[in-house]
C-alpha cells in the first residue's frame, strides 16, 4: 500500500482585494517546502484586471521593471508569506516555488526575492525586462509551456 505523502505546517495565503490566494505546506522528515500560487479564474475581474495592467513599472524590492498587475497581485500576499516562510525556516531544506499562468508570475517575482530554491511555471506570461531576468540567474527552474 503506498504511503501518503505528509506534509504539516500548512497554509493558505489569500488577498481579498486582489484575488491572489496561494497555498504553503512543509514536511518536516525531510525539509520540503512548497509555494503555490493559483491560477488566473477568468470569472473573476480582480484576476482579469491584475492581468490586463500590462504597463511595466519599477520594482522596489530589486532590480529591473515588472509587470504592473502581477507586481501588486505579489505584494498584496507577500507579508503573509515572509511570515510563514520564517515559521518554517528551521525545517526547510528543500523549497519549491511553483504557480500557474497569472500566479506562475507571482510565483516567478517571489523566487526572485528568495533567490533559492526550485522555481516551476506553467503557463507563465513574460514578468520583466532584462534587468529583471538577470535577477533569476542563480535559480533553479523549470518552465512548462500550456
Known amino acids: 500500500m503506498p504511503g501518503r505523502i505528509r506534509f504539516d505546517n500548512r497554509t ?3 488577498d481579498a482585494a486582489t484575488g491572489t490566494q496561494g497555498f504553503g505546506a512543509s514536511r518536516s522528515s525531510d525539509g520540503l517546502c512548497v509555494l503555490e500560487f493559483r491560477g488566473t479564474e477568468p470569472t473573476q475581474l480582480t484576476d482579469l484586471g491584475a492581468d490586463l495592467a500590462f504597463t511595466l513599472t519599477d520594482r522596489t524590492e530589486k532590480a529591473g ?3 504592473k498587475g502581477f507586481a501588486g497581485a505579489a505584494r498584496s500576499v507577500l507579508p503573509e508569506l515572509e511570515r510563514w516562510l520564517e515559521h518554517t525556516q528551521a525545517a526547510l531544506k528543500r523549497l519549491i516555488v511553483t504557480g500557474h499562468r497569472l500566479d506562475a508570475a507571482i510565483a516567478t517575482l517571489y523566487a526572485s526575492l528568495i533567490a533559492s530554491g526550485r522555481l516551476i511555471t ?12 538577470a535577477t ?10 500550456d
Not at 506553467?122 to 531576468?133: K, T
Request: hydrophobic share 55%; proline share 4%.
Open 12 to 14: 493558505i495565503f489569500e
Open 65 to 67: 521593471r515588472v509587470h
Open 122 to 133: 506553467i503557463g507563465s506570461p513574460r514578468v520583466g525586462d532584462a534587468a529583471f531576468s
Open 136 to 145: 533569476l540567474a542563480g535559480i533553479d527552474m523549470m518552465r512548462l509551456v
